[in-house]
């Protein structure tokens, strides 16, 4: 890794008001990032206690998932979208949330009615509401500009309807078209508050029974011409609009105040057709949430059920922001819209469970918030649901310091299967001051479950012995990985010992391959207490990539205001000189370093929408999806050209899962102007499309055509890359040598392990293995690399190679499955199935689930066989070979 050096110390008066914060070399901030721990004999200081989560976590999420596609196998095709709902809380709550957005998208497919198409359909907009090319917030209205909105629409018939007639007339019939010589004698004339509307009087007894008696039967108006209809909830233009309904079936041009008088009078006369073509034709309206909130109450109060069903549609297609409009919230949060809603067919857990994630996602100390959770409780109507349901009140009452209530509902989703919940029980005693109490609960989880990592976190939260605690902490990363907070305490541990190398090398092992905002700041800090101002600049600029808005020191300072601050204690680079800080780093495979340099170049640069893209390239890498979104919609908005931004645009397709709509864009920006971009982009997402033979050419031609075009080093490197793996894929090693060669000359460092992979399919694995030894060798900490390199090593340095890949990334999987492969050759099953059992603790990877289920079967556990093939069905539920064994062990048993 190239090091930025600070300057020399006899510019730290530069440094002004922030050298007089409490950062110092061998002491912790702990008015900033840490408070005092009162329970700790060494006084050692602790960060912030990590929150109990308002997530579905079985002790043994495997065995659940088993569960639910069991029941998913036998079930009703009405039961299926909610246990599909049920799987999809437990990937959320593993953190997999692909998975989770596929089991969505299974209970929208398995949904059989409208309400519940409706909701699963807004739940996916919702998942996907960082990714959508039109990002722009709808205009959320108060409630006096809807009530200005409702008045000037209704008045002035500004909605645009849809054409919900067959045809509809050029012209409306004027009153006095509707003289006594257009009707025969056999008709009628409805008098209302001085008008005369005539009907014909067998079109208009069509209209229902009640019309039919009154107009044909024993009444009155049966036997006269003239009838009085003052009075009956409906005007002369009204009455009107009923007679050309009489006539053609159609509602035509009327306007929308007309057509809710209709719907009232269609509803007090049981005219059922003309109650559905009012219906219909007020749920054309609604085009957008204004729309919806004007129209709701008269389709609740009318039981309109289309025009209900869009106005919900409406306000679910604008979540969070429609909860933010009072007649919204009303709607959902009041008993009474929420008993209208459920006449009217449309409440249900569902609907609840993703209004309540929305309320949580924004303030989950809301009233909102709680009362949405209680009304999804309403609704939960087995031990799942409501464990989830319970917990998360539970959640919400711990944040709003309410512990009676928050300990009884942690105590019932408990009881109900959810030991989770028992850490919120445990919080809930340690906040009240029971310390001691607090420690033997969390004891008796561990000691009545199957160790999880958050069970050890926990209790080291309530040891009073630090080295206790940090036995807890070390058991918990074994167990879990993946946890912060173990590895932040451990480094502030280690800062309170004056050893802030080691605290800062502990920060950089979860750094490694989990970039947070908070590891960051952590790092940050230590920087500064050795005045390294320049490593601390570096994580500033990458923590701003990742949230612009980022506060620090408890609040008092913005991140961006101490950058400007640690500015002027480094060296200034010009435009020049962070080109070349950009290719060491990206050459040397320091990814957070680069993040860094193109910050710096976007703020002397900042309409550069390439920055941009290249802020997405290096954000994605790091695997921080939501903010290289944001930071390809940034790129759009700054792009110079149509055609450079169709090319944002096409990527923003692509890394959605759009390929073809990606392609699309690529072929209009080629169409407008050739570019390195449009050509990189379409070759990148022809060959993920299809890689045959005939592709296979069509992506070496477009690579071929993007090198001929200007761009940068860095991406051309990336091209002759690109380019040489589809060579290897058509065994043409030759060329593929050259790309890399030419690749590895512009210092695209990654090249080497393409070569590498040259030389093994010719048949030279020692060059294979020096070759990757180059990169390891020029990579920071690159896990990849060791992975690589392992596969051209000898049998007796493999396992060092994976052991190191496992060190510096625990979520990559293939370690644990060559490690179990191993043990199961050398007759060691129990070592085999425990190595896999690893790596599932803290992830939920099919080929690992599917390798589980497979020794099991070869050692004749046959039921956890069947579940593990079961787990594995469930993240993907099409695995052929899965299924094959599912079927083998299902006739067995």
Request: net charge negative.
């Amino acid at each position: 890794m190239t090091t930025l050096h600070a300057r020399k110390n006899s510019r730290a008066h530069a440094f002004g008001g922030i050298e007089k914060q409490p950062v110092s070399k061998g002491k912790t901030d702990k008015a900033v990032y840490m408070e005092p721990a009162s329970h700790s004999s060494s006084c050692v200081a602790k960060l912030v206690d990590p929150p109990i989560k308002p997530l579905f976590k079985p002790v043994d999420y495997v065995e659940t998932l088993a569960k639910i596609q069991e029941e998913l196998e036998g079930a009703q095709e009405h039961e299926k979208s909610g246990l599909y709902l049920e799987q999809s809380f437990v990937f959320r709550g593993l953190g997999e949330l692909k998975l989770m957005r596929r089991s969505l998208r299974s209970a929208y497919q398995h949904a059989v009615t409208s309400h519940e198409r409706v909701v699963y359909a807004s739940w996916l907009k919702y998942e996907r509401r960082d990714e959508e090319l039109n990002d722009k917030p709808p205009e959320v209205c108060d409630s006096q500009k809807a009530e200005f909105f409702k008045s000037a629409a209704v008045s002035s018939c500004t909605f645009q309807p849809l054409d919900v007639c067959t045809r509809m007339p050029d012209a409306d019939l004027c009153p006095e078209e509707c003289s006594s010589s257009s009707y025969s004698e056999d008709d009628v004339v409805f008098h209302i508050d001085g008008e005369q509307v005539y009907c014909n009087r067998k079109r208009m007894a069509s209209l229902s029974s009640p019309f039919y008696s009154m107009l044909n039967g024993c009444f009155t108006e049966s036997r006269t011409r003239d009838i009085e209809f003052s009075g009956n909830g409906i005007s002369a233009p009204g009455m009107r609009a009923v007679e050309k309904f009489s006539k053609s079936g159609k509602l035509e041009q009327a306007t929308p105040n007309i057509v809710m008088e209709v719907l009232a009078f269609a509803n007090r006369f049981f005219c059922e057709n003309m109650r559905d073509a009012c219906d219909h034709y007020l749920a054309a309206l609604v085009h957008s949430l204004q729309h919806a909130t004007m129209l709701i109450e008269s389709g609740l109060e009318e039981n309109a059920q289309a025009l209900v069903a869009t106005c919900l549609q409406a306000f679910l297609h604008e979540l969070p922001y429609s909860l933010k409009v009072p007649q919204v919230a009303r709607l959902f949060c009041d008993a009474e819209g929420r008993n209208k809603l459920k006449s009217a067919g449309h409440s249900s857990f569902a609907l609840y469970a993703l209004l309540s994630q929305v309320a949580m996602d924004e303030d989950n100390s809301s009233d909102i918030s709680a009362n949405l959770l209680e009304q999804m409780r309403v609704y939960a109507n087995s031990s799942r649901p409501t464990s989830l349901v319970l917990h998360q009140l539970g959640c919400v009452m711990l944040t709003k310091k309410h512990y009676a209530e928050a300990q009884e509902l942690f105590q019932g989703a408990a009881q109900h299967g959810h030991p989770y919940s028992l850490a919120g029980v445990a919080r809930v005693k340690y906040n009240c001051g029971q310390q001691q109490a607090a420690y033997a609960e969390a004891t008796a989880i561990i000691s009545c479950y199957k160790p999880c990592g958050w069970m050890f976190q926990e209790r080291a939260l309530y040891c009073t012995d630090g080295r206790e605690k940090l036995l807890d902490l070390d058991k918990a990363t074994d167990i879990d990985p993946t946890l912060p907070y173990p590895y932040k305490y451990r480094a502030a541990s280690l800062m309170y010992e004056e050893k802030v190398p080691e605290a800062i090398t502990e920060i950089n092992r979860i750094l490694g391959f989990k970039v947070t905002p908070d590891c960051l700041e952590l790092r940050i800090y230590f920087c500064l207490a050795i005045q390294d101002y320049a490593g601390a600049v570096r994580d500033l600029r990458a923590l701003l990539t990742l949230e612009p808005s980022y506060v620090m020191y408890s609040g008092r300072v913005s991140a961006t205001q101490l950058l400007g601050l640690l500015s002027q204690n480094v060296d200034q680079w010009t435009k020049a000189d962070c080109w070349m800080q950009l290719y060491d780093r990206w050459s040397s495979v320091d990814d957070i370093g680069s993040l860094a340099v193109v910050h710096q170049m976007l703020e002397s640069d900042p309409g550069k929408g390439l920055l941009f893209f290249r802020q997405s390239l290096l954000l994605l890498r790091l695997n921080c999806p939501k903010s290289a979104m944001r930071s390809l919609r940034l790129a759009r908005e700054h792009a110079n050209s149509d055609h450079e931004r169709l090319v944002y645009e096409g990527w923003i397709l692509y890394d959605t899962g759009h390929r073809q709509e990606a392609l699309l864009k690529a072929e209009e920006s080629v169409a407008l102007q050739r570019s390195f971009e449009a050509f990189f982009l379409k070759a990148y997402a022809l060959a993920d499309t299809s890689l045959d033979e005939s592709s296979s050419a069509k992506v070496v031609e477009l690579l071929e055509e993007a090198l001929k075009c200007p761009s940068d080093g860095l991406r051309k490197g990336q091209a002759l890359n690109n380019l040489g793996s589809v060579y290897v894929d058509c065994e043409k090693f030759e060329l593929a040598a050259d790309c890399y060669v030419s690749a590895l000359k512009i210092r695209h460092t990654r090249a080497h392990q393409g070569l590498a992979r040259v030389h093994f399919l010719q048949g030279d694995r020692k060059s294979a293995h020096e070759e990757m030894t180059k990169l390891i060798e020029k990579a920071c900490n690159n896990a990849t690399a060791y992975e690589k390199r392992s596969e051209y090593c000898d049998r007796d340095t493999i396992t060092a190679d994976l052991n190191m890949v496992t060190q510096i990334d625990p979520l990559r999987t293939y370690p644990y499955r060559y490690r179990a492969a191993v043990s199961m050759d050398n007759h060691r099953e129990e070592e085999a199935i425990a190595e896999l059992s690893k790596a599932l603790a803290f992830k939920a990877d099919l080929h690992v689930l599917h390798l589980r289920a497979a020794f099991c079967e070869c050692i004749g556990e046959l039921s956890s066989a069947l579940r593990d093939c079961r787990a594995a069905l469930s993240v993907d539920p099409n695995h052929q070979d899965s299924l094959e064994l599912r079927s083998r062990v299902l006739s067995r048993l």
